[in-house]
């Protein structure tokens, strides 16, 4: 919870459908352990693990035995772990069928529950499902009491902005907006919420963050993994609607949003869409200028060949799905008129590496004509989310003996003191949806200016269905995202 505002009835049960799915066991269970480990699970507080498998507890209790395991490795206690399970039950439902929901009420209302009226309903489900949910929430009465009971659902929201639109009304039709928390989980890392406090506690920076100093913003989000088994999700998705409209998109609008009046979820909120509104829009005709995308081929990670794209399991064949997206924005206001935002992101690419990259303009007088510098790189201020949680500043100094010459330096800063272990994004989130703090998720109005801005790039591209750009997998991507640069000085920044 990062505002002041007051913790309202927590919840005591909380549903997780698609208990057994990729999210559910990557994500959300490793989360919510550490939150066991820390303490932080309200007593009483217990889950459902709503799923298709024929599974009894004593198969489930395996099954998540199994993956903590091999996901926590040194940190899985046993001991630990046996408190934890004990807070699951596993109920075996369809999505589709009205009477698993009903079956799942006698649960909600059983003793071992407790007297609980506030359930919590996390959707780790594929975005195709969202609105079935819902409605077979409402015909069985449990999206009541309103107020009380909270739904969780992931991106992407909607698809493009007619069926984000389209669910929104749906999701309002049987849920109060106050019940719904759209998550994004960008906004619990720890780097992300400390972007606001860099910007707005430093005096020293913020007189800086402007049109007048900055040549431009580079945000990247490198991953070196690729799509592993969720093609059925993926390949209808693609990296602009997986990750571009929605962490990028939310990135970009924390580094160029104003202060808010207060740190309030609304008013938080108000600021990051005021961005969103003053994106330039993108004609038709200069799509080709303002994004680019590619698919991962064959090639090597860390020294090991992997498959290409279209080798991946369940991945449709002669698919043109992208797995790279670079995208150039500007935002038309009177911070940041002319300053480029160049966004990219990636699957396969050479390293795991997420951080923000801003440059700054050259210095306005060329000084040094007359000396060996001539020309002098410009400053850099780089924010590093991960793998390390850092900020690195690049400044000149001259070089000691003689002659003019300099070196860049680095004033380089970790977050983190070395005793301190970070809470995984999930857990944060899933800590304020417990308590009823909105503040780190995503109105609709965010969700829905995000989908414009990139909406004709969606729409351009779904004609252009003959051909795309591949690139090794292992490396950078290609060349020809530089096409997107403005000027011949600018180029992609891969390195801290
Ligand atoms: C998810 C995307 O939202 O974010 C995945 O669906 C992606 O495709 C993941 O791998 C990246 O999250 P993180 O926290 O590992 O950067």
């Not at 698609?18 to 990557?26: F, K, S, V």
């Not at 991946?312 to 300053?339: C, L, M, Q």
């Not at 995984?424 to 965010?446: M, Q």
Request: charged letters at 25%; proline letters at 5%; hydrophobic letters at 40%.
């Amino acid at each position: 919870m990062i505002t002041g505002e007051q913790p309202i009835e927590t919840p005591c049960s909380f549903v997780i459908f698609g208990a057994t799915g990729n999210l559910a066991t990557i994500k959300l269970y490793p989360s919510l352990y550490s939150l066991e480990e820390a303490g932080k699970l309200p007593e009483g507080l217990h889950f459902v693990a709503f799923a298709r498998r024929e599974w009894d507890d004593t198969a489930w209790r395996n099954y998540l035995r199994e993956s903590l395991e091999s996901k926590l490795k040194d940190r899985f206690d046993e001991q630990l772990f046996e408190q934890f399970a004990a807070r699951f039950s596993y109920f075996r439902g369809e999505l589709h069928d009205l009477a698993s929901y009903a079956g799942l009420k006698e649960e909600l209302a059983t003793p071992r529950m407790g007297n609980c009226t506030n359930v919590v309903f996390y959707f780790a489900i594929k975005p195709s499902e969202f609105a079935t949910v819902v409605k077979n929430l409402d015909e069985s009465g449990l999206n009541k009491p309103r107020g009380l009971h909270r739904i969780v659902v992931e991106k992407p929201f909607g698809h493009d902005i007619e069926s984000a639109t389209m669910l929104n009304e749906l999701m309002h039709k049987h849920f109060d907006e106050e019940q719904i928390y759209r998550i994004d989980h960008y906004l619990g890392k720890e780097t992300v919420q400390n972007l606001l406090v860099f910007r707005f506690a430093n005096t020293l920076i913020e007189p800086l963050w402007n049109r007048n100093f900055i040549d431009h913003v580079q945000i990247t989000v490198a991953e070196d993994i690729g799509i592993g088994s969720r093609a059925d999700y993926y390949d209808k998705a693609g990296a602009l609607r997986d990750m571009l409209q929605n962490h990028l998109m939310q990135l970009l609008t924390l580094v160029a949003m104003e202060p808010p009046p207060a740190l309030e979820a609304d008013a938080l909120r108000d600021e990051k869409v005021k961005v969103l509104r003053s994106i330039r829009p993108i004609p038709r005709r200069s799509v080709h200028a303002h994004a680019f995308r590619a698919q991962y081929a064959a090639g090597a990670i860390h020294g090991n060949q992997v498959p290409g794209y279209q080798d991946e399991p369940g991945v449709e064949r002669h698919s043109i799905t992208e797995t790279y997206v670079a995208a150039k924005f500007y935002i038309d206001n009177w911070r940041w008129r002319g300053v480029p935002f160049y966004l990219r992101t990636g699957k396969r690419l050479a390293v795991a590496n997420s951080m923000i990259a801003i440059r700054f303009r050259h210095p306005p007088q060329q000084l040094f004509r007359e000396t060996p510098l001539e020309s002098i790189d410009p400053n850099w201020v780089v924010l590093s989310l991960q793998p390390t949680e850092s900020m690195h500043m690049e400044i000149h100094v001259k070089q000691p003996g003689l002659g003019m010459d300099t070196r860049v330096i680095q004033l380089n800063a970790s977050y983190r003191k070395m005793h301190e272990t970070p809470l995984d994004a999930y857990a944060t989130l899933i800590l304020d949806v417990l308590e009823g703090d909105r503040t780190l998720f995503i109105r609709f109005d965010e969700v829905e200016w995000s989908w414009r801005v990139v909406d004709p790039i969606l729409k351009y591209w779904e004609q252009e269905r003959d051909f795309i750009h591949t690139y090794p997998a292992g490396s950078w991507g290609l060349h020809e995202s530089s096409r997107l640069f403005d000027s011949e000085d600018q180029e992609w920044r891969n390195e801290l």
